[in-house]
């Protein structure tokens, strides 16, 4: 039966990708008119996404299918439960945001068509990717969100930093995305399906008559996990989402920030909702699976948090900030030891939208910074405060939303993650998450010490900077303001998630958790701040000085200095292989010049006339009636 | 299964392509030989397999490919014509210069 929710459900994909193409069109109109344009979209978008909320919220938390003939047997179809409509909705909604903010950011550059043709696009694929019912579907939306990615960060492809940073993106992320094929192709193998709900009906049916391989299936959670770490960013992927940073800040905030890096959160969690429906299949994940991910996720977690505290780059602390959130939600999954039904996979859900309220929020702040001063660098900054109020007013919400102090929204998410990790077992690594949350608070203090405080720069006179476009402070006012009510709203979205974990708004300050995060935050925030009045210019320079420590975080823990040394290995073995190529071409060229030389020896021979050519005529002609007598016989 | 090993080694022919030349032309054929035994593979486990809509979509790949090369080469074009010279470590220590140069180009 076809329902308003199924309509609703196809068209928030559909209509976005057809816009996007009439968006070069409409450009010629006239700038303004392309840009009402784009906004009209991203809220009829936001509209279809939003009219799916009801029916999952009253619903009974069942999915729902609609399927059509694609390829003969394989159907393309949505696929609605409250996993894909909470991801469909975040990702309409920040398009929308973007889509806004892009007017006042992006004013005045070239090339915006084609800007706005890939947001378009990739709003569209994004919810593809969440609300496909089907693996193959959805990793064509995964191949083409990284498509965007691509294109968008070497938006500005004059520039060599932009250019090359789109190519480690795109590189970087195709490591993943081809572990994720391997395991869509073994699941395809198995169950000649590539439905969420087929693999799930076929694994129970195999459950019960006691083939399921589930060593194989492993195997496949195994592969899936590799594909999630290129994609969200984690250990030991991680590096390209530094790079990211020439990106439009724009698209920093959409895709890596609030949506793309999270596909592979949405990648693990419905794997984990599948495993969950089979149970000898959850019993297999926990002695391996679930603490790998565990681990990677709250040693992504530190690692990240550690180089945003070094990097002078605005932007940077953001881009590292985000990796270690991600290092949090991966290790929520991690301890989701029953599925949907633990606090993990829940936890690592909400955890994942404010995030995207508060990184959001940092990066359309960061890019109104940026247009102020026209650079980067921190160090160039400070004193902002007096020239941008508004600016400052909303840094200080994403401050202490980020840092999980109460009663923001990341202290309710921070705390049900940091419960769940304990509740699962993993003592250290919650041990490393809450020395994560302690220099989650020095970054983001430090940055905004020394972007807003002190005096101001002789950068900041020189630049007079202006507060921020309303058209730009405005999206951002919204994150804000949806950054201190989301952790409120906790309730609710247990009740839409339909999942049963006895969670209350209550509990989350009475917990054990609470005065740990006040122990830890509080002081280190005071030395911080008063480190920065003392004119301690070690806050400033905290990666320069030549200690081991400070060179390895400047070199982002030799990552990148690991993968170009393999890259020029791999370009020296080139090399070598090249050189030998040459000498046997020497080799086969000499051989070949032999032949020349006697060709041409013979070729002096005088063989000029007509006498000559008739005897060998007769010679060749003797011979070939000898030959055919010797081998058919007379 | 001789065509799987077949398009293998037609693979490794393109690789070994790739690793050993530093003409854009040579580096394209190479890129296009790993292709064409990607689809060979393809076309001949559709065949064993015995259903004509693989084939079908073969062809599509086939013309997909077909534009690709058309772009590809005309931008092969372009950059020999530009930089004077088709050799792939030429063109890319020319870039370096121009990054050096462009450094001072500033943010936002």
New interface residues.
Partial sequence: MVTLDIISAWLVWVFPLVACVFVPLIAKKGDKVRNYFVIAVAAVTAAFAFSLVPGIFFGNGQPTESTIAW??GINAGVYIDPLSILFTCLVAFFGLIIAVYSWGYMKGEEGLSRYYFLILLFIGSMIGLVISDNMLQMFIFWEMVGLCSYALVAFWFK???SVNAGNKVFIMTRIGDVSLLAAIGILYMSFGTFSFHGIISDMQSAATAGTLNTGLMVTVFFLALGGAIAKSAQLPLFTWLYSAMEAP?SVSALLHAATMVKAGIYLLARFILIAAAVAPLMIALRPYWLPTVAWIGALTAIVGATLALTTTDIKGVLAYSTVSQLGFMMAALGSALNGAASVGWFASLFQMVSHAFFEGLGFLLAGGI??AL???DMRLMGGLRKAMPVTFALMVIMVITTSGLPPFAAFFSKGLIITSVTGAGYIAEAVLLYATTAITFAYVIRMLSLVFMGKESEHTVKQHPHEAPKVMLIPAGILAGLCIVWGFAEPLVTTFMHVNLGLTLLGSFTNIETPIFLALLVPTGLVLYWSYYKDYMGLRNIGGGSNPIATMLNHAYFFDDVYSAIAKGIGK??DG??HA?DLANLGLNSFAGWFVRASSRLKKVPSTTIQNYIAAGIVGFILIVVLIILTVGV | MDFVILSLVMMGIGI?G?????QLLKVFISIELIAIAATLNFVMLVSSAG?G?GQA?LILAFSTDTAVSGVVLALLVIVTKKYGTSNINDILTM?EK??SE?EE????
């Fill in positions: 390829i003969a520039r060599p930093a800040t940026i247009h026209g650079t980067r073995f080139s292989l090249m190529d | 070994y790739l690793l050993t030349n530093r259903q809509l979509f870039h121009r990054e462009a180009y500033g943010d936002a």
